[in-house]
């Protein structure tokens, strides 16, 4: 189960279980979903960005580090505006402020 698409059903499925009020199901998911991508060559840096956000917002969610929620969303932002994509790194900022 390591391929691009097993990545991006672990992405869907955190994603959902973020969106229904379950974060500690969506963390599992989404940090295999990080370490497959991360793992893999061709991985389209935009791509990674957005899984790690959605992992920092459902560590904080779930009540988990909030160091490590912070830390992974600072690389999505940072990956997000090196790529080009200023609207992406901007909402990642946003966040970023208002977890103060």
Request: proline residues 4%; glycine residues 10%.
């Amino acid at each position: 189960m390591r391929s691009v698409s097993s990545a991006k059903a672990l992405d869907v499925l955190g994603t959902a279980e973020l969106r229904s009020g379950r974060p500690e199901p969506a963390v599992v998911a989404l940090e295999r979903a990080v370490a497959i991508r991360a793992g893999g060559a061709g991985t389209a840096p935009g791509d990674l960005a957005a899984i790690r956000f959605t992992l920092a917002k459902a560590i904080v969610a779930a009540h988990g580090p909030a160091a490590r929620a912070r830390k992974l969303a600072e690389e999505a932002r940072d990956a997000l505006a090196h790529s080009g994509d200023a609207r992406g790194a901007g909402e990642v900022s946003t966040w970023l402020q208002a977890q103060h």
